[in-house]
């Protein structure tokens, strides 16, 4: 298990001189640090990461690594109900995520570091006089693991791993929840003409596909879009026509070409249905990402 480390300083630069000072340190063996992200947050409250290597200059995680955790970490809205459930995610107390948020408010920098436990009491000595305040938390291996390859390519199982894992639920009977993400999937919606596609809603896929099996089930919904983003309003959905993926626009496009490139490959299969009505015309439709050992080989599939 690793120590998550936070050193918070009152003004944006600070965090980078120090940083520069411990990898000084680094380099003359006094210090180790295994990777290491300054964050600022400027006046208007945006946050800034700039990533740093660990040690000797060798890259200890993916690229992505910072990033990810940071944005769960330090969102720019962050009540108690975010802080629980960030803090449930991440496996960190919530304390410790109320406190970093509160910690970094405009015109503030801080510095986060990943550092082993029996180097944590040499790193935090190394601070005294620095004009910051440290926090420490643990974060737990299998967290580190599954951020780092959130972003590496690595974290989808193969649909035939899915497949059985839902057949073991199944065999032994475990009582099934319905999951409620309505919430979630209504901001999902909103300005759906010009989003991109973002590591949370990614992030959001796996587990709403691990979640599914885990339940006994072969499909997951895993994106709900408003039959106005087909320019067809969905009629070749309705219809079952093959091509129904190309009325796609703006960010539900995008995730049919990231399904088509991360996914499918691997042996998933997308479908589209329409999921209601309103006033007599198409109302949402909804894309589902199938494990069974049904369709064709193209993975591209409708229902």
Partial sequence: MSHLLVVDFPDPGRADEVLLRLRALARDHLVDLEDAA???????????????????????????????LLERLLP???????????????????????????????GRSALFVL???HRLDALVRAFEGEGGRVMAADLPEEVRRELD??????????????????????????PVHRDDEAARRRRWIEELRRA??????????????????RQGRFRALIYRLPSEMLTDRGRRVIQGEPDWPETLVGQPRLVYEWFARELAPRGYRLEAELLDWRDHL???VGLFVRWDRRGDDSGLTRT
């Fill in 38 to 68: 300054v964050v600022q947050r400027d006046r208007h409250g945006r946050l800034h990461v700039k990533r740093v290597l660990g040690r000797h200059g060798e890259r200890t995680l993916s690229e992505g690594f910072w990033p990810r």
């Fill in 76 to 106: 720019e809205r962050h009540d108690r109900a975010v802080t629980a459930e960030v803090a449930a995610e991440l496996g960190l107390p919530e304390a410790f995520v109320a406190e970093a948020t509160r910690r970094l408010e405009p």
């Fill in 115 to 117: 550092v082993e436990p």
């Fill in 149 to 174: 390859e959130a972003l590496s390519g690595r974290w989808f199982p193969p649909a035939e791993e899915l497949h059985e894992l839902a057949e073991r639920v199944r065999a032994g009977r475990q």
């Fill in 196 to 213: 991109p596609i973002t590591p949370e809603l990614v992030g959001h896929i796996r587990r709403t596909v691990l979640e599914a099996a």
């Fill in 282 to 284: 198409p109302g949402d």
